[in-house]
């Protein structure tokens, strides 16, 4: 897209020079045809018949016409490429800031697996801590478990001793 709108720059701006060549092309013949008048008119207004004054004064009034319509269109072209510098302005900064946004990116993307393990990591850490309390708790609650039986045990065995001797008795 900015490769197209370069070409259509420089083919604006070789249009421009052409047309401002034109114009200068232009610019001297009515330069030379107003001396060739005026030198006509100081020196013998006679020497040359009225039509051929008035059809000089036609193709001047032509030329200055053409003249005026050529600035106009190279007024036209002036703004069209000040429009056109403006755009590819804008279009490059918004690819600067496209490029920097990228590269920000790819920086996040490049960090993401060490943040990610980092904090995978954390949490693990708390989990880990969590399930060796459990562990730890469910040890002694069996090591409570067995001496609590043992006791219930040593004292069914010391009542079932008791009963069997009151039986006797």
Known sequence: MNLTRTKQLRTLQAE?????????LKDKLVEQ??????????????LL???V???RAREMHLLRSQLQQLEKQVQLYAERIAEKDRVIEEL???????????RMLEQLLEELPHTYQQKFAQRLGAVQEKVEQLQREN????????RVSYL?????DSVGQGNDQIETL
């Open 92 to 102: 490059e900064q918004s690819a600067r800031e496209l490029t920097e946004h990228s």
């Open 16 to 24: 421009n020079s052409r047309l401002l060549e034109e114009l200068q």
């Open 139 to 146: 040890r002694e609650q069996k090591a409570e478990l067995h």
């Open 53 to 55: 004054y008035q059809n």
């Open 152 to 156: 219930l045990a040593v004292q069914t």
């Open 33 to 46: 045809l107003s001396q060739e008048v005026l030198r006509l008119l100081e020196g013998n207004v006679n």
């Open 49 to 51: 018949p009225p039509e």
